[in-house]
């Protein structure tokens, strides 16, 4: 079945970076498109980036030039590199399957990730 297990998160001071990963299987890596999504505690998933299988890349205005995606066919494995991280940038980070049209639909992301960003 698909599995998505993300990692990487942990503490970093305002300013800091973070890389993040996503280890993926039971489906065929290359063919689809993968997000990352974040999620504050009491409010839902927001799509924040997605890479495609042209490795055409996609985010949010608010991490765009801070947080590069990228994948690794050869590893099945997505990465987020995050850097100057700001407070606001304090989430719990999902990995999923499908782009920012239809990542819902699709219903495959995993248990996530923590990242907290405080001095």
């Known amino acids: 079945q698909v599995q998505l297990v993300e990692s990487g998160g942990g503490l970093v001071q305002p300013g800091g970076s973070l890389r993040l990963s996503c280890t993926a299987s039971?489906?065929?890596?290359?063919?689809?498109?993968l997000s990352w999504l974040r999620q504050s505690p009491g409010k839902g998933l927001e799509w924040i980036s997605e890479?495609?299988?042209?490795?055409?890349?996609y985010y949010i205005d608010a991490v765009q030039g801070r947080f590069t995606i990228s994948r690794d066919e050869d590893n099945n494995k997505l990465y987020l590199q995050m850097t100057n991280l700001k407070p606001e940038d304090m989430d719990v980070y999902h990995c999923?399957?499908?782009?920012?049209?239809?990542?819902?639909?699709?219903?495959?992301w995993g248990q996530g990730t923590q990242v907290t960003v405080s001095s």
């Open positions: 999923a399957i499908g782009s920012e049209g239809n990542w819902t639909l699709l219903g495959s």
């Open positions: 890479i495609r299988t042209s490795y055409t890349t």
């Open positions: 039971g489906f065929t890596f290359s063919d689809v498109a």
